[in-house]
T-cell receptor
Framework: SQQGEEDPQALSIQEGENATMNCSYK?????LQWYRQNSGRGLVHLIL?????REKHSGRLRVTLDTSKKSSSLLITASRAADTASYFC???????????FGEGTQLTVNP | GAGVSQTPSNKVTEKGKYVELRCDPI?????LYWYRQSLGQGPEFLIY????????DSGLPNDRFFAVRPEGSVSTLKIQRTERGDSAVYLC????????????FGPGTRLTVL
């Protein structure tokens, strides 16, 4: 079963704008990770944030984690058409190492 | 190798047939995972290997699904008596040591059961 829920389900923005995607989860976690997927195939790892971290940056990506609200957000700044993809959050619970994915946000960046 | 590889990339089979899907993890990664992704949804966990043994197979949907990793490297996911509902993309991932390590995904095998 899916633990995470992303919102929005779909997001359409213009190139240069920022995109924010949110993720909520239900159980205690070790880490939360964000992945990107093009055309329903392989997942590309973007960033991992540990449960004792609150914010992390990587290039144009900024991830926040609020364990009290069991939520995370992914911000992509200065978006590009090439950022068009599905974005998933995934958690690994304290009890094991399997990843539990949300249903994803489909981001479309219009040139 | 440079990344996780999966073969075949596409597999079309008929209902009731047997299929095998192969995963080559990143060299040196002891942990290997299988996930299944249906259209419009996120991946769902199937099974996790630590070395040669299945550490967690609780995601396998029923006894038609089985996976092996005999030498602690390559893994094969086996599906018997395929059903149309088995159609999905099957994703494999590996990580250095399991636990809190980052998982690296392969390109997936798209299985279509007619």
């Amino acid at each position: 079963s899916q633990q995470g829920e992303e919102d929005p389900q779909a997001l359409s923005i213009q190139e240069g704008e920022n995109a924010t995607m949110n993720c909520s989860y239900k159980t205690s976690i070790n880490n939360l990770q964000w992945y990107r997927q093009n055309s329903g195939r392989g997942l590309v790892h973007l960033i991992l944030i540990r449960s004792n971290e609150r914010e992390k940056h990587s290039g144009r990506l900024r991830v926040t984690l609020d364990t009290s609200k069991k939520s995370s957000s992914l911000l992509i700044t200065a978006s590009r058409a090439a950022d068009t993809a599905s974005y998933f959050c995934a958690t690994d619970a304290t009890s094991g190492s399997r990843l539990t994915f949300g249903e994803g946000t489909q981001l479309t960046v219009n040139p | 190798g440079a990344g996780v590889s999966q073969t075949p990339s596409n597999k079309v089979t008929e209902k009731g047939k047997y299929v095998e899907l192969r995963c080559d993890p990143i060299s040196g990664h002891t942990a290997l995972y299988w996930y299944r992704q249906s259209l419009g949804q996120g991946p769902e966990f199937l099974i996790y290997f630590q070395g040669t043994g299945a550490a967690d197979d609780s995601g396998l949907p029923n006894d038609r699904f089985f996976a092996v990793r005999p030498e602690g490297s390559v893994s094969t996911l086996k599906i018997q008596r395929t059903e149309r509902g088995d159609s999905a993309v099957y994703l494999c991932a590996s990580s250095l040591s399991g636990g809190r390590s980052e998982q690296f995904f392969g390109p997936g095998t798209r299985l279509t059961v007619l």
